[in-house]
T-cell receptor, first 115, second 111 residues
């Protein structure tokens, strides 16, 4: 049973550019959450998608946007990249949402470097 | 809204015990525990829901003190494979799907 798949694994972008990261959730999961993890820090909540809608959002600017498709896969888009956006971006899937008692399955992440 | 974890780091010898704490200033609905090894994704260990239950996973168990809005992770007779960074994640009663992680506790188990 495939877990959470993220692509690409590594990415180098120039400041000001735009980037799209992709995530396929674990089979049977319908909720996708995105997190940003800086080196040595805990994952920071960006947003959560359920039924193709953004259900929850953390304290991230509008430059961060996302989408969920009918097959539950999801994208994270970041516009006008800043050096501070360099981080590991983690996609986590769950059934209906982590707060209801179901744990997350995380992907291996996309390492984004902004130069 | 981010839960507070303590300690930040722990160094153990194989066979020793450790406790990692996670506390919140807001009413919790659920607490998750994850372990992340260097260069890998976090792996789900267990979940505790509002109600003060205790759970176990191998020699790792956790408790949830609803009155104190705290959870503790207990690692007994630690093994080398327990090394990694432990994160607690919390969902709140007012919004249980807005899920935040603590800053992590780095555990290093030495032979």
């Amino acid at each position: 049973d495939a877990g959470v798949t993220q692509s690409p694994t590594h990415l180098i972008k120039t400041r000001g550019q735009q980037v799209t990261l992709r995530c396929s959730p674990k089979s049977g999961h319908d909720t996708v959450s995105w997190y940003q993890q800086a080196l040595g820090q805990g994952p920071q909540f960006i947003f959560q998608y359920y039924e193709e809608e953004e259900r929850q959002r953390g304290n991230f600017p509008d430059r961060f946007s996302g989408h969920q498709y009918p097959n539950y896969s999801s994208e994270l888009n970041v516009n006008a990249l800043l050096l501070g956006d360099s981080a590991l971006y983690l996609c986590a899937s769950s059934f209906q949402g982590p707060g209801l008692g179901y744990g997350y399955t995380f992907g291996s992440g996309t390492r984004l470097t902004v130069v | 809204q981010q839960p507070v974890q303590s300690p930040q780091a722990v160094i153990l010898r194989e066979g020793e015990d450790a406790v990692i704490n996670c506390s919140s200033s807001k009413a919790l609905y659920s607490v998750h525990w994850y372990r992340q090894k260097h260069g890998e994704a976090p792996v789900f260990l267990m979940i505790l829901l509002k109600g003060g239950e205790q759970k176990g996973h191998e020699k790792i168990s956790a408790s949830f003190n609803e009155k104190k809005q705290q959870s503790s992770l207990y690692l007994t007779a630690s093994q080398l494979s327990y090394s990694g960074t432990y994160f607690c994640g919390t969902g709140y009663i007012y919004n249980f799907n807005k899920f935040y992680f603590g800053s992590g506790t780095k555990l290093n188990v030495k032979p």
